[in-house]
T-cell receptor, first 114, second 114 residues
Framework: DAGVIQSPRHEVTEMGQEVTLRCKPI?????LFWYRQTMMRGLELLIY????????DSGMPEDRFSAKMPNASFSTLKIQPSEPRDSAVYFC????????????FGEGSWLTVV | AQSVTQLGSHVSVSEGALVLLRCNYS??????LFWYVQYPNQGLQLLLK??????LVKGINGFEAEFKKSETSFHLTKPSAHMSDAAEYFC????????????FGSGTRLQVQP
């Protein structure tokens, strides 16, 4: 089976630009998670969805960040406008509810805002 | 609330030596516990997990971990380190109640010296 697929893998953008990160979870998984990894803060949960519905977005840093899951096979994380402090690796992950909470991660989207 | 503490941000061992990475957790309910490994420029890969079955859990690549409730610990071990084990290791906790998302520790970078 294909794993969690994220795009783009790498993005360099200028401050103020809109950034959209995309994720395709593993087929059949009903939970989807967005994490951010930085040297300073480690792995932080930004938001997660259950059956396409946002359950907990308390980790979203501020209003510049938004996430959607229009269907079971696609999610986006948008940053508008982007700032240099948003530079990080953004991971999408998914899980199936009866699997003992094992979460499967994508390869990450490496974002640099200059 | 749930949290994990990983003791030691960097651990260095010689090839062939014992690997011991420490993790202590805090959870108000019986936890699920995980170890993930992250190789450079890659996503996180599940090494092993504890889901209230056997307290000694065996994972991939010769790693194992023991759940000790009395010590609230879930340390990761491997009898003999290999150069390919050099990576960052994350301990994580979740539970069935409340938040389903994993809460990660700050990570331990393992170096293996020839």
């Amino acid at each position: 089976d294909a794993g969690v697929i994220q795009s783009p893998r790498h993005e360099v953008t200028e401050m103020g630009q809109e950034v959209t990160l995309r994720c395709k979870p593993i087929s059949g998984h009903d939970y989807l998670f967005w994490y951010r990894q930085t040297m300073m803060r480690g792995l932080e949960l930004l938001i997660y969805f259950n059956n396409n519905v946002p359950i907990d977005d308390s980790g979203m840093p501020e209003d510049r960040f938004s996430a959607k899951m229009p269907n079971a096979s696609f999610s986006t994380l948008k940053i508008q406008p982007s700032e240099p402090r948003d530079s990080a690796v953004y991971f999408c992950a998914s899980s199936f509810q009866i699997s003992g909470n094992t979460i499967y991660f994508g390869e990450g989207s490496w974002l640099t805002v200059v | 609330a749930q949290s994990v503490t990983q003791l030691g941000s960097h651990v260095s061992v010689s090839e062939g030596a014992l690997v011991l990475l420490r993790c202590n957790y805090s959870s108000s309910v019986p936890p699920y516990l995980f170890w993930y490994v992250q190789y450079p420029n890659q996503g996180l890969q599940l090494l092993l997990k504890y889901t209230s079955a056997a307290t000694l859990v065996k994972g991939i690549n010769g790693f194992e971990a023991e759940f000790k409730k009395s010590e609230t610990s879930f340390h990761l071990t491997k009898p003999s380190a290999h150069m390919s084990d050099a990576a960052e290791y994350f301990c994580a906790v979740s539970s069935d109640t409340g938040r389903r998302a994993l809460t990660f520790g700050s990570g331990t970078r393992l170096q293996v010296q020839p």
